[in-house]
C-alpha cells in the first residue's frame, strides 16, 4: 500500500511538470528567458524662438526627417542686427575713455596748464602793483577809498585764479585716480557682456534642430509675430530609441541594469532588435491600461527601460513590442 501511494505521488509529480511545460510551451514561452511588453517611448519636444519677433522664414515641412543642427526657422534679423551695432559702438567708447585715463594726461595738456598758471602769475604780480600804487596814491588823496578797495578785490581775484589753475596743474601732472581707472575698466565689461548678449540675441532668431527626428507639426507661417517660446514646431525625436516595459516585483531579482534584451516587434516577430536594460524604476505603481501583460491590471509592477542599440526605422515611437530577457542558467 506505502509503495502505490509513493508512485501515485511520483506519477502526479511527473504529470505536473510535464503539464508546466506544455503550458510553456503552448504559450511560446522559454522558461530560460523571460518576457515583458511594452511600447517604444514617444518622445518629442517643442520648439520655438528665444527672443520675439516676425518670422521670416520657415525652412521645413510636416513629416521632414531632421538632422541634428539642422535650420527650421528664422526670424527677421534687422532689429538684432541694429542692437549688435549699438553694443558695438558703446563699447567702443568705452574702451576709448578706458585708454585716455591709463595712458593719462597728454603732454600738450600739461604745457598748457603750466601756461594758464604763469599766466595767471604775471596777473596776480600786476594785481599787486596796481593795489601798491593805489595804496600811495590814497594816503596823497588823489584816488578816492573806492579806486583803492577795487585794487584789493582785483588782487584776492588774481589769486584765487592762480590757485585754481594751479591745481590743475597738479591733476595733470598726477592723471586719473585708480578708482575712476577701476570704474572706466567697469564700464567697459558691462559694454563688452552687452554685446555677447546682442549677439546671443542674434543667434537666437534662428532655430536649430536640437537632435535628429521628424516633424511631427508645423505650427506658425512666415510673416507671423511670435513671443519668445512659443512653439514654432513639434519635433519627434529618433535617437535614442527606448522601450519602456514593466516588470512584476517575483522577477524584479532576475535583472539588472546593462543587462541585454532582445526586443521584437507584431511586424517582424523574427528580427530581434538588440539593446539592454539601462534604467529599473525602485518604486513600485500599477500596471498601465496600454501594456498587455499576462498578469492582471491590477498587479504592483516596476518601471524599467531598455535602450535599443543602433536602431533603425524598424522601431518606431509608440510601437507595442516585446522584450525578452535571456536569464542566466542557474535562474532559468
Same mark, same amino acid.
Given at each position: 500500500m506505502?509503495r502505490?501511494l509513493?508512485?501515485?505521488a511520483v506519477?502526479?509529480?511527473v504529470?505536473s511538470?510535464?503539464g508546466?511545460?506544455?503550458?510553456?510551451?503552448?504559450?511560446g514561452?522559454?522558461?530560460?528567458?523571460?518576457r515583458?511588453y511594452g511600447n517604444?517611448?514617444?518622445r518629442?519636444v517643442?520648439?520655438?524662438?528665444r527672443v520675439?519677433g516676425?518670422i521670416?522664414?520657415?525652412?521645413?515641412?510636416?513629416?521632414?526627417?531632421i538632422e541634428?543642427?539642422q535650420?527650421?526657422?528664422?526670424?527677421?534679423?534687422v532689429?538684432?542686427?541694429?542692437?549688435?551695432?549699438?553694443?558695438e559702438?558703446e563699447?567702443a567708447?568705452r574702451?576709448a575713455?578706458?585708454?585716455?585715463m591709463?595712458?593719462?594726461?597728454?603732454?600738450?595738456?600739461?604745457?598748457?596748464a603750466?601756461a594758464?598758471?604763469a599766466?595767471?602769475e604775471?596777473?596776480?604780480?600786476?594785481?599787486?602793483l596796481?593795489l601798491? =600804487?593805489q595804496?600811495?596814491?590814497v /594816503?596823497? !588823496?588823489?584816488v578816492s577809498?573806492?579806486?583803492? $578797495?577795487?585794487?584789493?578785490? @582785483?588782487? +584776492?581775484?588774481?589769486?584765487a585764479?592762480?590757485a585754481s589753475?594751479r591745481e590743475?596743474?597738479?591733476?595733470?601732472l598726477e592723471g586719473f585716480?585708480a578708482?575712476?581707472i577701476?570704474?572706466?575698466?567697469?564700464?567697459v565689461?558691462a559694454?563688452e557682456?552687452?554685446?555677447?548678449q546682442a549677439?546671443?540675441?542674434?543667434?537666437?532668431t534662428e532655430i536649430?534642430?536640437p537632435?535628429?527626428?521628424?516633424?511631427?507639426t508645423?505650427i506658425?507661417?512666415?510673416?507671423?509675430?511670435?513671443?519668445?517660446?512659443?512653439?514654432?514646431y513639434t519635433?519627434?525625436l529618433?535617437?535614442?530609441v527606448?522601450?519602456?516595459t514593466?516588470?512584476?516585483?517575483?522577477d524584479?531579482? =532576475?535583472?539588472?541594469?546593462?543587462m /541585454?534584451? !532582445?526586443v521584437?516587434?507584431?511586424t517582424?516577430? $523574427?528580427?530581434?532588435?538588440p @539593446?539592454? +536594460?539601462g534604467?529599473i524604476s525602485p518604486?513600485?505603481?500599477?500596471?498601465p491600461?496600454n501594456v498587455?501583460?499576462t498578469?492582471?491590471?491590477?498587479?504592483l509592477?516596476?518601471?524599467?527601460?531598455v535602450v535599443?542599440?543602433?536602431?533603425?526605422?524598424?522601431l518606431?515611437?509608440?510601437?507595442?513590442v516585446t522584450?525578452?530577457?535571456?536569464?542566466?542558467a542557474?535562474?532559468?
Open positions: 506505502k502505490r509513493i508512485a501515485l506519477l502526479a509529480a504529470a511538470g510535464a508546466w511545460y506544455w503550458l510553456q510551451q503552448e504559450d514561452v522559454d522558461p530560460g528567458e523571460l515583458l517604444v517611448d514617444i518629442q517643442d520648439l520655438g524662438f520675439s516676425r521670416e522664414r520657415m525652412c521645413c515641412e510636416e513629416g521632414d526627417v541634428p543642427g535650420v527650421l526657422a528664422v526670424l527677421d534679423k532689429p538684432f542686427q541694429d542692437e549688435v551695432r549699438i553694443a559702438a563699447l567708447a574702451r575713455n578706458l585708454l585716455k591709463e595712458t593719462g594726461t597728454r603732454p600738450s595738456e600739461i604745457a598748457q603750466r594758464l598758471v599766466e595767471r604775471a596777473s596776480l604780480r600786476n594785481a599787486v596796481v601798491e =600804487r595804496a600811495r596814491l /594816503k596823497q !588823496g588823489h577809498e573806492q579806486a583803492y $578797495d577795487d585794487a584789493e578785490a @582785483g588782487k +584776492i581775484e588774481a589769486e585764479r592762480l589753475a590743475a596743474l597738479d591733476l595733470a585716480r578708482e575712476e577701476a570704474e572706466a575698466r567697469a564700464d565689461a559694454a557682456a552687452q554685446l555677447a549677439h546671443t540675441r542674434l543667434a537666437d536649430h534642430a537632435a535628429g527626428g521628424v516633424l511631427l508645423r506658425q507661417e512666415p510673416g507671423a509675430i511670435v513671443m519668445e517660446g512659443g512653439p514654432v519635433l519627434s529618433t535617437r535614442p527606448w522601450v519602456r514593466y516588470i512584476a516585483e517575483p524584479l531579482g =532576475r535583472i539588472h541594469p546593462g /541585454k534584451a !532582445g521584437i516587434t507584431d517582424e516577430p $523574427d528580427r530581434v532588435h @539593446g539592454q +536594460i534604467f518604486v513600485a505603481e500599477f500596471t491600461k498587455e501583460t498578469s492582471l491590471r491590477t498587479d509592477v516596476y518601471r524599467l527601460r535599443v542599440d543602433n536602431p533603425d526605422n524598424g518606431r515611437q509608440g510601437m507595442p522584450v525578452v530577457i535571456d536569464l542566466p542557474a535562474e532559468g
